[in-house]
T-cell receptor, first 111, second 113 residues
Framework: SQQGEEDPQALSIQEGENATMNCSYK?????LQWYRQNSGRGLVHLIL?????REKHSGRLRVTLDTSKKSSSLLITASRAADTASYFC???????????FGTGTRLLVSP | DAGVTQSPTHLIKTRGQQVTLRCSPK?????VSWYQQALGQGPQFIFQ???????QRGNFPDRFSGHQFPNYSSELNVNALLLGDSALYLC????????????FGPGTRLTVL
């Protein structure tokens, strides 16, 4: 079963706009990660945030984590058509390395 | 440096058949995990191998089995295929003791008719 939900399920924006995706999860976590998937192929790791961190940046990506609300958000700034993909959050619990994925957000960035 | 590789890319089988999928981890990685991703869903954890042993297993029946070889490569076997086994099967590798960033292969698309 999925760990939680991503919101929205689908997002359509224009190039240059910002895209925000949210992830909620159910149990205590060790880390939370975001992955991108193009056209149903392999997942590409974007960023990892530890449970004791609140915010992390990587290039045009900004991730926040609120463990009290069991939620995270991924912000992509100045989006490009190449950002079109599905985005998944994944959590791992303390002592385990398996990743539990959310349901994903499908992002469409139009030129 | 090759990343995670998987073979075959696509596979078509009929119900009741058996299938073997293969994965080679990223160089320097010793832990391999397998995930099943149904259409429109997030990946679901099948099992993880380290030191040639299954270390953790998800909620999958015994029809799903695996193996890890001394060179860290891995196989996923599925017996008595069902229509519901049609999915993208993803392999991921990581280095034990590192952060849990996992590197995924391109996947094998299995279609069961």
């Amino acid at each position: 079963s999925q760990q939680g939900e991503e919101d929205p399920q689908a997002l359509s924006i224009q190039e240059g706009e910002n895209a925000t995706m949210n992830c909620s999860y159910k149990t205590s976590i060790n880390n939370l990660q975001w992955y991108r998937q193009n056209s149903g192929r392999g997942l590409v790791h974007l960023i990892l945030i530890r449970s004791n961190e609140r915010e992390k940046h990587s290039g045009r990506l900004r991730v926040t984590l609120d463990t009290s609300k069991k939620s995270s958000s991924l912000l992509i700034t100045a989006s490009r058509a190449a950002d079109t993909a599905s985005y998944f959050c994944a959590t791992d619990g303390t002592g385990f390395q398996k990743l539990v994925f959310g349901t994903g957000t499908r992002l469409l960035v139009s030129p | 440096d090759a990343g995670v590789t998987q073979s075959p890319t696509h596979l078509i089988k009929t119900r009741g058949q058996q299938v073997t999928l293969r994965c080679s981890p990223k160089s320097g990685h010793d832990t391999v995990s397998w995930y099943q991703q149904a259409l429109g869903q997030g990946p679901q954890f099948i099992f993880q191998y380290y030191e040639e042993e299954e270390r953790q297993r998800g909620n999958f029946p015994d029809r799903f089995s695996g193996h890890q070889f001394p060179n860290y490569s891995s196989e996923l076997n599925v017996n008595a295929l069902l229509l519901g086994d049609s999915a993208l099967y993803l392999c991921a590798s990581r280095e034990i003791g590192s952060s849990n960033e996992q590197f995924f292969g391109p996947g094998t698309r299995l279609t069961v008719l």
